[in-house]
């Protein structure tokens, strides 16, 4: 079946080229129409790709990529990082440098909810990264956001599809690294298990601060141009 979205340049380079007003509106939609008819993973066909208007603003200070809508959350509420313990402290770390939900736009590297045979939140395979992966690059090539932040390990590794990349997250947790032309802040995940096993809430914390700043620094540039 032809794909008008496959067809349309796919770089940020020539984004522009298409960006007018009211066509970015239009070719999202037309793409989330044909994620969330995907049945590609034999193990996810009975789910549908958690990707629609609800993911957030279409001109994003932050372009988030989470692991995979949660049961209890995104799958139920079909808005990433919402409805569940995860969302919540997400929110609370949004909270934490002035960002609302209007300023980002959220999605993750497998856009279906993986489940275990005991019906359990699962880890993505990585041939389903893979299946995912070019929706995931079409829509941040749509989007074209200035900053991208990825929220766990299997996020950071998800991208290397759309460009490789050699770093690790207990490494680069924190940190600013230019990748595929935009600044990419590698992040920890906010749920709970994370926050109690390995990085506590302040610690990420603390992550999110540098965020903050390089939000704040392209507000002053984008003022004095």
């Known amino acids: 079946m032809f794909s008008l979205i496959a067809a349309l340049p796919t770089s940020a380079a020539v984004a522009d080229n298409y960006c007018v007003p009211g066509l970015k509106p239009a070719l999202f939609r037309l ?6 008819a995907c049945r590609v993973c034999p193990d996810l066909a009975d789910k549908t ?3 629609s208007d609800l ?3 279409l001109e994003p200070k932050v372009f988030f990529i989470g692991e995979a809508p949660g049961r209890v959350g995104a799958d139920r509420t079909r808005r ?3 409805g569940d313990k995860s969302g919540a402290n997400f929110q609370i770390l ?3 440098i002035g960002l609302s939900r209007n300023d980002i736009f959220a999605t993750s590297a497998v856009m279906c909810s993986p489940r275990s045979i005991t019906d359990a939140n699962r880890k993505p395979t ?3 990264m893979r299946n995912c992966s070019s929706y995931l690059k079409r829509v941040l090539d749509l989007i074209d956001p200035p900053v991208v932040a990825t929220l766990g390990s299997v996020a950071l590794e998800a991208i290397k599809t759309i460009e490789d990349h050699g770093l ?3 490494e680069n947790a924190g940190t600013v690294r230019h990748w595929a032309g935009r600044m990419l802040v590698p992040l920890y995940h906010p749920s709970p298990q994370v926050i109690a096993s390995q990085r506590g809430l302040e610690t990420q914390l ?3 601060q540098v965020l903050g700043r390089i939000i704040q620094e392209k507000n002053k540039l984008l003022a004095i141009s």
């Open 55 to 57: 993911n957030g603003s």
């Open 31 to 36: 793409l989330y129409t044909e994620a969330q």
């Open 49 to 51: 790709a958690v990707l």
């Open 80 to 82: 990433p990082f919402y």
């Open 168 to 170: 690790k997250l207990k």
């Open 206 to 208: 603390g992550h999110f």
């Open 94 to 96: 949004l909270d934490s």
């Open 126 to 128: 990585v041939r389903e």
